[in-house]
């Protein structure tokens, strides 16, 4: 089998706007970035953007100690699939875990799965479908 690496890259804080097409030159495949707070804001500049590799917004703010309702992330992953299409969304939080107990990132993390499969099968009416297929891959 044929090994394929893909690049990844995260932006904290970024005006993603002023830095989308530079991805596109870098060749980055996938695009992490904070957006929960802003719900979705972020990706309104996606749709002008020559950048066509994976988008993942963060959909619960890390910074809080606080463990997301699956109802808080459900709302925001459908806002982020109709910006860029699910073939190119990544499901993640906003940043890294490192400021977060491990109960609190298990609890968080167990609700974005939730929520990330109950929009998947509102969507799909199939909670289990293949993944799609990802850039790179």
């Not at 989308?20 to 719900?39: C, I, N, P, Q, T």
């Not at 875990?97 to 609190?104: A, D």
């Not at 199939?126 to 297929?133: G, I, L, R």
Request: some cysteine; proline content about 6%; glycine content about 10%.
């Amino acid at each position: 089998a044929v090994s394929v690496t893909q690049v990844h890259t995260h932006m904290c804080c970024a005006e993603l706007a002023d830095v989308l097409d530079v991805l596109a030159e870098l060749d980055v495949d996938v695009a992490s970035f904070e957006s929960a707070r802003s719900g979705m804001a972020l990706l309104a500049g996606l749709g002008r953007a020559h950048y066509q590799g994976g988008v993942g917004p963060g959909v619960y703010d890390v910074h809080s100690p606080q463990v997301p309702a699956v109802a808080e992330i459900t709302t925001l992953l459908p806002r982020a699939a109709d910006a860029v299409g699910p073939g190119r969304l990544w499901v993640n939080p906003d940043c890294g875990l490192k400021t977060r107990r491990y109960e609190e990132t298990t609890g968080a993390l167990a609700h974005m799965v939730a929520a990330e499969r109950t929009v998947r099968t509102e969507r799909t009416g199939t909670a289990w479908a293949s993944s799609p297929e990802r850039p790179g891959s």
